[in-house]
Nanobody, 119 residues
């Protein structure tokens, strides 16, 4: 089970930290990802982190502004979002990953947390 939290309404340029608490499986054995779905758009990948936390990946629009991290002792993955922009407005979802060759496949999803950025 995945439980995302931390969303809210902020002004452009502000920061937010999203959290995703996991339970029911061995957290450290799975990579984790954050996705988002903006209004009237398809869901898109935002960032991922390996099980150990040593490897991270980001989409270009968030590089340098967002940081994904995890605390395996707390079974929690985070998404630190700085310098938020209007176009970051979306429902953010965390997801559990499974290694599939050179990439990750996601097999379990949280309920989403809404981030609204006002310009």
């Amino acid at each position: 089970q995945l439980q995302a939290s931390g969303g809210g309404s902020v002004q452009a340029g502000d920061s937010l930290r999203l959290s995703c608490s996991a339970s029911g499986y061995t957290f450290s054995k799975h990579p984790m990802g954050w996705f988002r779905r903006a209004p009237q758009k398809e869901r898109e990948f935002v960032a991922s982190i390996s099980g150990s936390g040593a490897s991270t990946t980001y989409i270009d629009p968030v590089k340098g502004r967002f940081t994904i991290s995890r605390d395996n002792a707390k079974n929690t993955v985070y998404l630190e979002m700085n310098s938020l922009k209007f176009e970051d407005t979306a429902v953010y979802y965390c997801a559990r990953g499974v290694v599939a060759g050179s990439t990750y496949r996601y097999d379990s999803w949280g309920q989403g947390t809404l981030v609204t950025v006002s310009s």
